[in-house]
Nanobody, 126 residues
Framework: QVQLVESGGGLVQPGGSLRISCAAS????????TGWFRQAPGKEREFVAG????????YYGDSVKGRFTISRDSGKNTVFLQMDRLKPEDTAVYYC???????????????????WGQGTQVTVSS
């Protein structure tokens, strides 16, 4: 079992930056692919960023590519999402997820992940 707890969400102005974190317990994340997804009211859950189980490869959704960066700190067993040049359309609840059997071709699919955090709200507004 893996427990995931997100933190760091909040209100930020357009063009600003925010870093959200996902602390894992129960298992080390080194054996799991990890991902960030988001969901806005009335919309489907959207892939934001992913970190491969092996090799340290990163993947991004088209809407955040070049603005967001996913990273993982093995010592802290934590995954981060650095969000820069934020836009109002980035407003959503952000969830982190972990999956042991997630392969590269399916890293963008939320159905492939086994464990989920409770989510953290990010609001981009002036």
């Amino acid at each position: 079992q893996v427990q995931l707890v997100e933190s760091g969400g909040g209100l930020v102005q357009p063009g600003g930056s925010l870093r959200i974190s996902c602390a894992a317990s129960g298992r080390t994340l080194s054996g799991y692919a990890t991902g960030w997804f988001r969901q806005a009211p009335g919309k489907e859950r959207e892939f934001v960023a992913g970190y491969s189980r092996t090799g340290g490869y990163t993947y991004y959704g088209d809407s955040v590519k070049g603005r967001f960066t996913i990273s993982r700190d093995s010592g802290k067993n934590t995954v981060f999402l650095q969000m820069d040049r934020l836009k109002p359309e980035d407003t959503a609840v952000y969830y982190c997820a972990a999956g042991r059997g997630v392969i590269t071709s399916s890293i963008r699919s939320h159905t492939q992940y086994d464990y989920w955090g409770q989510g953290t709200q990010v609001t981009v507004s002036s």
